[in-house]
């Protein structure tokens, strides 16, 4: 075993460093659907308006 070796993450290591695992589908999802929206827009219908009078 070289010096250079002994430095380096075991693979066992490297597969479990979070940083290096799969994506959860869904967990950072940062696009969404025009239907999401509506849904989204419909639940909260006077948020404007809420926002404007307490200006």
Known sequence: MSK???N???????QTTKLNQ???P???ETEFSAEEA???????PNAD???ENEQ
């Open 26 to 28: 869904g967990k950072f």
């Open 4 to 6: 250079s070796d002994h």
């Open 8 to 14: 380096q993450p075991t693979k066992a290591e490297v």
């Open 49 to 51: 308006q809420h926002a």
């Open 38 to 44: 509506a849904e989204v827009f419909e639940q909260q």
């Open 22 to 24: 799969m994506p959860v």
